[in-house]
């Protein structure tokens, strides 16, 4: 009788709530390879075993290279704390004649081999796929004994941390000192602020790091991408050894010619993900043609009301319950969906009024007590809107702190890249946004030149690099990367923005009508060729960097580098 495949059985929900995405077997077969390093009698443990596939390209690996058949169940190890895995991981060595010694627990809890009472002796090779849970559901006992598992190796994990962060870290405990370290991980290793503990802790840990990225995604169930982390030695390094390739399919194909890259001490790595040519251009570029965006203003907060469907209003709902602009605010509505163009007019305003949108936000006087507003607020009270967190903290509940209008908004959850809008209409907003207040020596063209001239390939590679890439494509920046993101200096904005803003009305309308590859290339060829005297070479290079980036977020085939 055939063996039923469990992977098929159990149901898609249920694997993705532990973190569950079994590995392709030719990355499996691969890192294998890799970790075993033509070693007949290399001990292996996968920490999270899964399906077994590692554990079988493990044992088929060792075969290969004639370790004895009665040796092979010795040197493999495999641990998952999911019943189900352990059974389809025994069924599946036994179907291919090999054997494992599997345990049935929470890696968490299993102690390595440095400690007094461990159980297990060093091993040659820790190779796996760490279950991928991120943090809102990585929580309880089980989120405290894997950060006090990976504080014992002297790092600290984030609360914002998923729960491949601190497996990988417990893992190599188990490694002797030129063990090697074989992992598939999501490519957020590279890209987010909770994994800088861990990317200090690679190169203080290991003599050697590789890194091994796809331009396609490996794992047809998952929208996350990956990147294989091959490490060896002890004893910490500087640089990288980085790889690109197709698919997993081209890594036999690796030649292994080491391609080194320093990494800063802090921030984040998603550069790693250009040629390097694209990083040294880039690099050169911003150090002589751009600053942060902080050099012109500063970027903040919104308001944030507590309930935003209570706090903001549609011009109906405020008819109805008789409340005056004297009792509102006018705001940009929730969302940035509706900012088009290269600005937010008066127009606008009124057209999302007569959209039906929430163009309003409560804030009347402290001391009002008129009949509508007293009947408006009793239906908060109503819903338990007064019991949420932000409303408990200030007085009156029921009168949020609003933010002046700023210059311009800044769209930090984007799909393409950020954008920066002028705020004609001189409205407040909320938290779907940030506000860019530019500072009082910042020339005043700069509040209708940002909104053009940061659609150019420079910025929107930097939003990429020193942005958060989130499953499902969404680019965020906080107001802290915000400030960060690279914009053209004061004199290129200058020289740009004369030459360029006699047609602002016609680029504002293919921008609001989606043609903004036209307007990017219209400032490219201005801003990077005319102004920054760029090659068409180098401009191009720039571009095509950007396309890839925002490719790899949003799932896409990219460009293969070269």
């Given at each position: 009788?055939?063996?039923?495949?469990?992977?098929?059985?159990e149901?898609?929900?249920?694997?993705?709530?532990?973190?569950?995405?079994?590995?392709?077997?030719?990355?499996?077969?691969?890192?294998?390879?890799?970790?075993?390093?033509q070693?007949?009698?290399?001990?292996?443990?996968?920490?999270?075993?899964?399906?077994?596939?590692?554990?079988?390209?493990?044992g088929?690996?060792?075969?290969?290279?004639?370790?004895?058949?009665?040796?092979?169940?010795a040197l493999?190890?495999?641990?998952?704390?999911?019943?189900?895995?352990?059974?389809?991981?025994?069924?599946l060595?036994?179907?291919?004649?090999?054997?494992a010694?599997?345990?049935?627990?929470?890696?968490?809890?299993v102690?390595?081999?440095?400690?007094?009472?461990?159980?297990l002796?060093?091993?040659?090779?820790?190779?796996?796929?760490?279950?991928?849970?991120?943090?809102?559901?990585h929580?309880?006992?089980?989120?405290?004994?894997a950060?006090?598992?990976?504080?014992?190796?002297?790092v600290?994990?984030?609360?914002?941390a998923?729960s491949?962060?601190?497996?990988?870290?417990?893992?190599?405990?188990?490694l002797?000192?030129?063990?090697?370290?074989?992992?598939v991980?999501?490519?957020?290793?590279?890209?987010v602020?909770?994994?800088?503990?861990v990317?200090?802790?690679?190169?203080?840990?290991?003599?050697?790091?590789?890194?091994?990225?796809?331009?396609t995604l490996?794992?047809?169930?998952?929208?996350?991408?990956?990147?294989?982390?091959?490490?060896?030695?002890?004893?910490?390094?500087?640089?990288?050894?980085?790889?690109?390739?197709?698919?997993?399919?081209?890594?036999r194909r690796?030649?292994?010619?080491?391609?080194?890259?320093t990494?800063?001490?802090?921030?984040?790595?998603?550069?790693?993900?250009?040629?390097?040519?694209?990083?040294?251009?880039?690099?050169?570029?911003?150090?002589?043609?751009?600053?942060?965006?902080?050099?012109?203003?500063?970027?903040?907060?919104?308001?944030?009301t507590?309930s935003?469907?209570?706090?903001?209003?549609?011009?109906?709902?405020r008819?109805?319950?008789g409340?005056t602009?004297?009792?509102?605010?006018?705001?940009?509505?929730?969302g940035?969906?509706?900012?088009?163009?290269?600005?937010?007019?008066?127009?606008?305003?009124?057209?999302?009024?007569?959209k039906?949108?929430?163009?309003?936000?409560?804030?009347?006087?402290p001391?009002?007590r008129?009949?509508?507003?007293?009947?408006?607020?009793?239906?908060?009270?109503?819903?338990?809107?007064?019991?949420?967190?932000?409303?408990?903290?200030r007085?009156?509940?029921w009168?949020?702190?609003?933010?002046?209008?700023?210059?311009?908004?800044?769209?930090?959850?984007?799909?393409?890249?950020?954008?920066?809008?002028?705020?004609?209409?001189?409205?407040?907003?909320?938290?779907?946004?940030?506000?860019v207040?530019?500072?009082r020596?910042?020339?005043?063209?700069?509040?209708e030149?940002?909104?053009?001239?940061?659609?150019?390939?420079v910025?929107?590679?930097?939003?990429?690099?020193?942005?958060?890439?989130?499953?499902?494509?969404?680019?965020?920046?906080?107001?802290?990367?915000?400030?960060?993101?690279?914009?053209?200096?004061?004199?290129?904005?200058?020289a740009?923005?004369?030459?360029?803003?006699?047609?602002?009305?016609?680029?504002?309308?293919?921008?609001?009508t989606?043609?903004?590859?036209?307007?990017?290339?219209?400032?490219?060829?201005?801003?990077?060729?005319?102004?920054?005297?760029?090659?068409?070479?180098?401009t191009?290079?720039?571009?095509?960097?950007?396309?890839?980036?925002?490719?790899?977020?949003?799932?896409?085939?990219a460009?293969?580098?070269?």
């Amino acid at each position: 009788m055939s063996v039923p495949n469990l992977a098929v059985l159990e149901s898609y929900a249920d694997r993705k709530a532990r973190g569950a995405f079994f590995t392709p077997t030719a990355i499996a077969e691969f890192l294998a390879f890799w970790a075993i390093q033509q070693n007949p009698h290399a001990r292996l443990l996968d920490p999270s075993s899964g399906d077994g596939v590692f554990l079988k390209a493990a044992g088929e690996e060792l075969r290969r290279l004639g370790t004895p058949q009665g040796e092979l169940e010795a040197l493999i190890y495999g641990v998952d704390v999911h019943p189900g895995s352990v059974r389809q991981s025994r069924e599946l060595l036994a179907q291919t004649g090999l054997g494992a010694h599997l345990l049935e627990s929470d890696f968490f809890a299993v102690t390595p081999p440095t400690d007094l009472f461990a159980n297990l002796e060093p091993f040659d090779a820790v190779i796996g796929n760490p279950p991928y849970i991120r943090y809102q559901q990585h929580i309880g006992k089980v989120r405290q004994a894997a950060a006090a598992a990976a504080l014992r190796q002297g790092v600290r994990v984030s609360g914002l941390a998923s729960s491949w962060a601190p497996l990988l870290v417990h893992a190599a405990a188990f490694l002797k000192p030129e063990g090697r370290l074989a992992m598939v991980l999501p490519a957020e290793l590279l890209t987010v602020g909770y994994a800088e503990p861990v990317r200090r802790w690679l190169r203080e840990r290991f003599a050697a790091v590789r890194l091994v990225m796809f331009e396609t995604l490996q794992f047809s169930e998952a929208l996350e991408n990956v990147v294989l982390l091959l490490a060896n030695g002890s004893g910490g390094c500087d640089g990288f050894s980085l790889y690109h390739v197709h698919d997993a399919q081209d890594l036999r194909r690796i030649p292994f010619t080491e391609v080194q890259f320093t990494p800063s001490d802090v921030g984040k790595w998603t550069e790693l993900l250009l040629s390097m040519r694209q990083r040294q251009l880039f690099k050169r570029v911003l150090r002589e043609h751009f600053v942060g965006l902080t050099q012109y203003a500063t970027v903040e907060l919104g308001t944030v009301t507590g309930s935003n469907e209570f706090f903001t209003l549609t011009d109906e709902t405020r008819t109805k319950y008789g409340l005056t602009e004297t009792q509102l605010k006018k705001i940009s509505p929730p969302g940035t969906r509706h900012l088009r163009g290269m600005a937010f007019t008066n127009a606008d305003w009124e057209c999302q009024r007569d959209k039906g949108e929430s163009v309003w936000i409560l804030h009347p006087d402290p001391a009002d007590r008129s009949k509508g507003l007293q009947r408006y607020v009793a239906i908060g009270k109503e819903q338990g809107i007064d019991l949420a967190y932000k409303c408990t903290v200030r007085t009156p509940w029921w009168r949020p702190p609003v933010v002046s209008a700023p210059d311009l908004f800044f769209t930090y959850m984007s799909h393409r890249f950020p954008r920066m809008v002028t705020n004609r209409a001189k409205v407040t907003f909320v938290n779907s946004m940030h506000g860019v207040r530019l500072r009082r020596d910042t020339p005043k063209m700069a509040r209708e030149a940002l909104s053009l001239l940061s659609l150019n390939s420079v910025t929107m590679l930097g939003a990429e690099v020193f942005g958060r890439s989130y499953g499902g494509g969404i680019l965020k920046m906080e107001p802290s990367e915000a400030a960060s993101l690279p914009v053209p200096s004061p004199r290129a904005l200058l020289a740009a923005w004369e030459m360029l803003k006699d047609g602002r009305a016609a680029m504002d309308r293919e921008l609001r009508t989606g043609l903004w590859t036209t307007v990017a290339a219209r400032v490219d060829d201005v801003l990077l060729r005319q102004v920054m005297k760029l090659s068409q070479t180098d401009t191009e290079e720039l571009a095509e960097a950007a396309t890839k980036l925002r490719a790899r977020r949003l799932g896409r085939t990219a460009p293969a580098v070269v």
